[in-house]
């Protein structure tokens, strides 16, 4: 498979608003055709969405290093499972799912790692494009926010309010019913707030 390209993060989701057919239309081809065993479809399918797929990552895991790699992973299932995704039905929302489980194991992995091997690993800068936008302090302060979140929560959140997803398409992702995303998205962003105000008073108003 290529290799995977620098991601652009920004806030909102490079789809976000946009209905499910105009996201999933256009890739529908490529899909089609990478199911059928075409490599050259396979790498574009890959190349048209891999900036989600590591944004997101990015997102529920707080680092660089760790979203790549779990950006391979989740290719890597896409690989072997493409045969079972029946055309018709979204591929984004099937994407994210297998991008917030193999966040999910990444997850668990890392909460059983040596205290060294963990405190070595560093979120990393938020890329070129969005310093102007974010800047490394606030880009920071978001990804230890989200990482405060409970796992569910995050995943809510980085959905909806990032990558721009409705809380319907958000509970098709995570399998859960509409109002109990929309309860986890409301605590969520309740927890974000009080965690970004505290900071801020500990950082004296910056």
């Given at each position: 498979?290529?290799?995977?390209?620098?991601?652009?993060?920004?806030?909102?989701?490079?789809?976000a608003g946009r209905d499910d057919a105009d996201l999933t239309s256009p890739l529908a081809a490529l899909v089609e055709r990478a199911r059928e065993g075409d490599g050259r479809a396979f790498d574009r399918l890959m190349l048209e969405t891999q900036e989600r797929v590591v944004g997101t990552a990015w997102r529920l895991l707080g680092s660089r290093e760790d979203a790549r790699d779990a950006a391979q992973e989740v290719y890597l299932r896409v690989?072997?499972?493409?045969?079972?995704?029946?055309?018709?039905?979204?591929?984004?929302?099937?994407?994210?799912?297998?991008?917030?489980?193999?966040?999910?194991?990444?997850?668990?992995?890392?909460?059983?790692?040596?205290?060294?091997?963990?405190?070595?690993?560093?979120?990393?800068?938020?890329?070129?494009?969005?310093?102007?936008?974010?800047?490394?302090?606030?880009?920071?302060?978001?990804?230890?926010?989200?990482?405060?979140?409970?796992?569910?929560?995050?995943?809510?959140?980085?959905?909806?309010?990032?990558?721009?997803?409705?809380?319907?398409?958000?509970?098709?992702?995570?399998?859960?019913?509409?109002g109990t995303v929309r309860s986890q998205i409301a605590s969520a962003r309740m927890r974000i707030r009080s965690f970004c105000v505290d900071l801020m008073r500990l950082g004296g108003g910056a």
């Open positions: 498979m290529s290799s995977l390209a620098a991601p652009a993060l920004m806030t909102g989701g490079a789809g690989f072997r499972h493409l045969g079972r995704f029946r055309p018709g039905h979204d591929f984004r929302a099937w994407l994210y799912r297998i991008t917030v489980n193999v966040c999910r194991d990444a997850a668990r992995r890392r909460r059983r790692e040596p205290v060294a091997a963990a405190a070595a690993r560093e979120p990393g800068s938020p890329p070129e494009a969005e310093q102007d936008l974010l800047g490394a302090e606030r880009w920071n302060r978001l990804l230890g926010a989200l990482a405060a979140l409970p796992p569910k929560e995050r995943a809510a959140l980085v959905l909806r309010d990032l990558e721009g997803l409705t809380s319907e398409q958000v509970a098709r992702v995570l399998g859960s019913r509409p």
